[in-house]
């Protein structure tokens, strides 16, 4: 049925039940504005029961519910005549299709939506609860785009059933009108902004995009346009039925560009269009289907019965899918972000490598002149200086002149031997770290009055030469400082190589010193540097009772 403006409703209900009873007449129609009921009471009287509808509070309907429903109670046997004016004040055409049912199906059918109702406000909270913690906890834009989103588009389901006043706007309908228009507007931008930032359409990669951006603005006029029209022109319905059909053909071409910007970005190969695309392919259905019913060219008897509508499933769709695309795109991101991290690190390693390598080249450069070029020099030199001690023997001074200078040169000599034996140990490749850490220790033990002892565990052949030496010298280096400054009688070095990993833990019963001002020292700060470049961790324990020093390396055999 189908009227304009108003419509007489006349029926007569018999109880043949054999007791009293409730029977509910529903209209399954939300787009009822107003209702009101008569029952007759005599053959020229009707007595007023009562009006319902979506102009009326819903404290106020002769029945509680979302839909227009009268509750007729009639005694065993009683017939009664009911006479409902259908109405709309704002003009538009009604569409109902009117039931009689008893207390128990109707009570079956009023649980079905509350319970319905429940579950979708659970689903589209739930996913709005989501996105708010992920959005703090991520600090992307997205997830709070997207939970602003929802909070619209949960009213808009509770919108096409007028039930948000029942729950959102305290019992009024006056303030709820423009948010019938409002409200699609609301939705239809935050779905291009989500769209926009879900599938990083830009300008520099999207044609679709200025499109999108023109839509968007002509949504926000259209906004403008229904505040100024209930302010200025409240009356005036046929505007607004201009309004009506202007924003529906809007909503159809801003969906289809949306859905061409999904198409667009699947092709380009962008994985997580694909679910942007599917969630727009399901909405499209009930947003057609909204259309077409408030052009008014929809046969709209079965949309008031279908609780939820094709549009309210699909919006709960639309919102759980790109839900989904997010919690998709954002672990594509991470393993995309992981994997860039991985190769920034391995790049980072391989320059740690060629520094490594450049100065151990140096080093044995240096090593070589000072041992082939100086060395040689200062030992042509001291034969030189024997030579001429012996044509000098009847000069005492000079004799001693001269054993001054050769004891000089001979002691030059064995200085360059050992600077060029720490830059670069005789024969490291072929004995590795294990051997020579033995030979060092054996020459402190040797020429000094500190006793060292070596424990050495692992296989020092799987560990690369680049990473050996260094961990050579940064053990060199506190055996230097051990015997310069610690004042110790003996002193402890391990060292453990592990799967991935080389331990180094260095004792010492010296004097200790102040760790707040270890690195004030170049021996420390040079230990700490290289340290650092190796990605490792030192711990320095000291005190009156002597030193404890813990380094951590992590390697890689691969």
């Given at each position: 049925m189908t009227v304009s403006r108003h419509y007489w409703l006349t029926f007569t209900v018999k109880n043949n039940l054999p007791h009293d009873g409730v029977f509910y007449y529903q209209f399954n129609s939300f787009a009822i504005d107003m209702v009101q009921g008569y029952r007759k009471i005599s053959d020229s009287g009707f007595l007023f029961i009562g009006a319902t509808g979506g102009d009326i509070p819903f404290s106020k309907r002769i029945y509680p519910y979302y839909d227009a429903t009268y509750q007729l109670a009639l005694a065993k046997g009683e017939t009664a005549t009911f006479l409902l004016c259908v109405s709309n004040a704002h003009g538009d055409n009604i569409s109902f299709l009117p039931e009689l049912k008893d207390a128990a199906s109707f009570r079956s059918v009023e649980l079905k939506f509350y319970i319905v109702t429940a579950i979708?406000?659970?689903?589209?909270?739930?996913?709005?609860?989501?996105?708010?913690?992920?959005?703090?906890?991520?600090?992307?834009?997205?997830?709070?785009?997207?939970?602003?989103?929802?909070?619209?588009?949960?009213?808009?389901?509770?919108?096409?059933?007028?039930?948000?006043?029942?729950?959102?706007?305290?019992?009024?309908?006056?303030?709820?009108?423009?948010?019938?228009?409002?409200?699609?507007?609301?939705?239809?931008?935050?779905?291009?902004?989500?769209?926009?930032?879900?599938?990083?359409?830009?300008?520099?990669?999207?044609?679709?995009?200025?499109?999108?951006?023109?839509?968007?603005?002509?949504?926000?006029?259209?906004?403008?346009?229904?505040?100024?029209?209930?302010?200025?022109?409240?009356?005036?319905?046929?505007?607004?039925?201009?309004?009506?059909?202007?924003?529906?053909?809007?909503?159809?071409?801003?969906?289809?560009?949306?859905?061409?910007?999904?198409?667009?970005?699947?092709?380009?190969?962008?994985?997580?269009?694909?679910?942007?695309?599917?969630?727009?392919?399901?909405?499209?259905?009930?947003?057609?289907?909204?259309?077409?019913?408030?052009?008014?060219?929809?046969?709209?008897?079965?949309?008031?019965?279908?609780?939820?509508?094709?549009?309210?499933?699909?919006?709960?769709?639309?919102?759980?899918?790109?839900?989904?695309?997010?919690v998709y795109r954002y672990n594509l991101y991470k393993k995309e972000r992981e994997q860039l991290l991985v190769e920034v690190n391995q790049q980072q390693q391989n320059l740690i490598n060629k520094i490594i390598d450049a100065e151990e080249g140096e080093r044995k450069r240096i090593a070589e002149d000072l041992h082939d070029d100086v060395g040689s020099t200062l030992s042509m030199l001291a034969m030189q200086l024997s030579y001429a001690r012996q044509s000098m023997e009847q000069s005492p001074v000079l004799k001693r002149q001269f054993d001054q200078s050769l004891a000089l040169s001979k002691k030059a000599v064995n200085d360059i031997r050992n600077i060029a034996h720490n830059l670069l140990p005789k024969d490291f490749a072929e004995t590795g770290i294990f051997a020579t850490l033995e030979t060092r220790i054996q020459e402190l033990n040797a020429t000094g009055n500190i006793f060292f002892r070596l424990i050495i565990e692992g296989n020092d052949k799987k560990l690369k030469e680049?990473?050996?030496?260094?961990?050579?010298?940064?053990?060199?280096?506190?055996?230097?400082?051990?015997?310069?400054?610690?004042?110790?009688?003996?002193?402890?070095?391990?060292?453990?190589?592990?799967?991935?990993?080389?331990?180094?833990?260095?004792?010492?019963?010296?004097?200790?010193?102040?760790?707040?001002?270890?690195?004030?020292?170049?021996?420390?700060?040079?230990?700490?540097?290289?340290?650092?470049?190796?990605?490792?961790?030192?711990?320095?324990?000291?005190?009156?009772?002597?030193?404890?020093?813990?380094?951590?390396?992590?390697?890689?055999?691969?």
């Open positions: 979708m406000c659970g689903i589209m909270l739930l996913v709005f609860v989501l996105n708010i913690f992920f959005g703090i906890a991520l600090k992307e834009r997205l997830h709070f785009l997207y939970a602003f989103y929802i909070l619209i588009a949960l009213n808009e389901i509770l919108t096409m059933q007028r039930v948000d006043f029942q729950y959102i706007f305290f019992d009024d309908p006056d303030i709820i009108n423009p948010f019938y228009s409002i409200n699609p507007c609301l939705l239809t931008i935050l779905m291009a902004h989500v769209m926009q930032s879900f599938l990083k359409q830009k300008r520099s990669n999207s044609r679709v995009k200025i499109f999108v951006d023109i839509g968007v603005i002509f949504t926000y006029i259209l906004i403008a346009v229904c505040c100024l029209l209930y302010w200025k022109f409240s009356d005036k319905w046929a505007i607004f039925g201009i309004y009506e059909i202007v924003m529906c053909i809007s909503f159809l071409v801003m969906f289809f560009l949306l859905l061409l910007s999904a198409i667009e970005k699947v092709i380009q190969g962008y994985k997580p269009a694909w679910f942007y695309l599917v969630a727009t392919a399901l909405f499209s259905t009930g947003l057609i289907q909204y259309i077409m019913l408030a052009l008014g060219g929809y046969n709209a008897d079965t949309v008031g019965k279908d609780y939820p509508n094709t549009i309210q499933i699909g919006i709960v769709l639309e919102s759980i899918i790109v839900f989904m695309g997010i680049v990473i050996a030496i260094s961990v050579y010298r940064i053990i060199n280096e506190l055996l230097t400082n051990i015997t310069r400054h610690s004042e110790a009688s003996e002193a402890t070095v391990q060292l453990l190589l592990e799967e991935n990993m080389v331990q180094v833990m260095i004792e010492d019963n010296g004097k200790g010193f102040d760790t707040a001002v270890k690195e004030e020292g170049i021996g420390l700060k040079n230990v700490s540097r290289r340290i650092e470049t190796l990605k490792g961790i030192i711990l320095i324990e000291s005190n009156r009772e002597g030193t404890n020093i813990i380094i951590q390396i992590p390697y890689n055999n691969g």
